[in-house]
């Protein structure tokens, strides 16, 4: 198992965020953590790459766990792809894809990137070699994240993690970063907060719901119109996509959404 987090707690400050929560990816497979905002998701993806330190439980990388790991063997199990956003300090394409490096650097080398054929080849998989030299800031929103990739791919670590990675994009550019994220075949711990998405690029979706994991399981399974009702506060049909015949979400308001408890939610889904 590539990742692997058992009971998981997170506090902010003295408040729980998240409770008791069990989540695992296996090689190769594409894993989806939705819910409402505020429900804990960022919070719980932190614990992975040691932004946050659980409270509560076990989070494994590998086998190992990632309290007994060093921040550099971390980063070498597991590169993260955060929300698009322009950097405080505007470095070329380039520069940035070379920080990819870094975890496999000794202590006096630096990540610039000038020959290196692990940053070309990276640039090449997401079709950004022509915009090496070009500032990030210059780039639209679809490109910077398509760096951000590029970045965790020379980085050369087995997982990738996605915090809302479509977020601010345009369809095709959600769509072309989804494609490219698939395409790659590497285990992938990605939240998402548009739910087609999820059920098109995922494998497996996990739901979190007030702090805790209410359902897991296949995207049809566990999307049910009940819990996207429950859980999201929508209704919600389902439907065949005409041209994927996959999963399709058809959304409408839904006054006074249920409060269902926790424990009712995700019956014959597994858990």
Known sequence: MRLALSGVGVRIGSAPIVMECDLAVA???????VGPNGSGKTSLLRTVYRALDPFAGRVALS???VTDLSQREVARRA???AQDSTPDFDFTVEEVVAMGRGPWLGAFESATGGGDAKVTAALE????????ARRLSTLSGGERQRALVARALAQ??????LDEPTNHLDVYAALELLELVRDLGRATLCVLHDLNLAAAYCDRLYVLHRGRIVADGPPAEVLSPELVRTVFG????????????GLLL????HQGASAAPVAALGEGVNR
């Open 79 to 81: 590169a993260l792809v």
């Open 250 to 253: 058809a959304f409408s308001p």
């Open 125 to 132: 998989r997401v079709r950004l070699t022509e915009h090496r």
């Open 63 to 65: 086998g190992d766990d």
């Open 234 to 245: 929508v209704a919600c049909t389902h439907l065949t996509h005409p041209v994927t015949g």
């Open 27 to 33: 090689d190769g497979e594409r894993v989806g953590l």
């Open 156 to 161: 050369e670590s087995p997982l990738l993690l």
